[in-house]
T-cell receptor
Framework: EPEVTQTPSHQVTQMGQEVILRCVPI?????FYWYRQILGQKVEFLVS????????KSEIFDDQFSVERPDGSNFTLKIRSTKLEDSAMYFC????????????FGPGTRLTVL | DAKTTQPPSMDCAEGRAANLPCNHS???????VYWYRQIHSQGPQYIIH???NNETNEMASLIITEDRKSSTLILPHATLRDTAVYYC?????????????FGKGTKLTVNP
């Protein structure tokens, strides 16, 4: 069964540094998402991306965050200047088309900001 | 905020059926009920979804009440690997937003 992959599995960074989290979506999927989960808390939506542009974003997704598909396969989340409170699991999710039944989630990247 | 209410935790004996309830009293006519689960900080995994008819797949069954204000996810023969947090989510797949809104879910513990 095709699956979403994410790299790295764990990223440790110093506060104020930039990080890029990478996701490889399932090949024929067109809609892409980032969610995050702070330890012990709910899974929270960050942003959705379709046709090379952001279609929806949450209040969490401020100017420090950006997303892109640099090469038509990878889908990336960049945090420009990390803060301690950015420490969380970040999940990429994809689905095939609008109204599609299922979002497929990747295994996540654990981001630790020191 | 999530539109669903679930018990925070449940226990089930291995091999027995696990019945996980969900209340969604404000569900609208176009909204489906989706169930996902998350095993120990892994990515959420889709289980099943339905609109008004009961649904069954290889993982589970979904029973939706006639008034659609509540539903039950049934794992017919729970195994230790089914220990996870189970999320009930209501969503209109043809609505303006594609995002999933997760609540706190039910932490199911399957005991040997």
């Amino acid at each position: 069964e095709p699956e979403v992959t994410q790299t790295p599995s764990h990223q440790v960074t110093q506060m104020g540094q930039e990080v890029i989290l990478r996701c490889v979506p399932i090949s024929n999927h067109l809609y892409f998402y980032w969610y995050r989960q702070i330890l012990g808390q709910k899974v929270e939506f960050l942003v959705s991306f379709y046709n090379n542009e952001i279609s929806e974003k949450s209040e969490i997704f401020d100017d420090q965050f950006s997303v892109e598909r640099p090469d038509g396969s990878n889908f990336t989340l960049k945090i420009r200047s990390t803060k301690l409170e950015d420490s969380a699991m970040y999940f990429c999710a994809t689905h095939r088309d609008r109204g599609s039944d299922t979002q497929y989630f990747g295994p996540g990247t654990r981001l630790t900001v020191l | 905020d999530a539109k669903t209410t679930q018990p925070p935790s449940m226990d089930c004996a291995e091999g027995r059926a696990a019945n996980l309830p969900c209340n969604h009293s404000t569900i609208s006519g176009n909204e489906y009920v989706y169930w996902y689960r998350q095993i120990h900080s892994q990515g959420p995994q889709y289980i099943i979804h339905g609109l008004k008819n009961n649904e069954t797949n290889e993982m589970a069954s979904l029973i939706i009440t006639e008034d659609r204000k509540s539903s039950t996810l049934i794992l017919p023969h729970a195994t230790l690997r089914d220990t996870a947090v189970y999320y009930c989510i209501v969503r209109d797949p043809q609505g303006g937003s594609e995002k999933l809104v997760f609540g706190k879910g039910t932490k199911l513990t399957v005991n040997p």
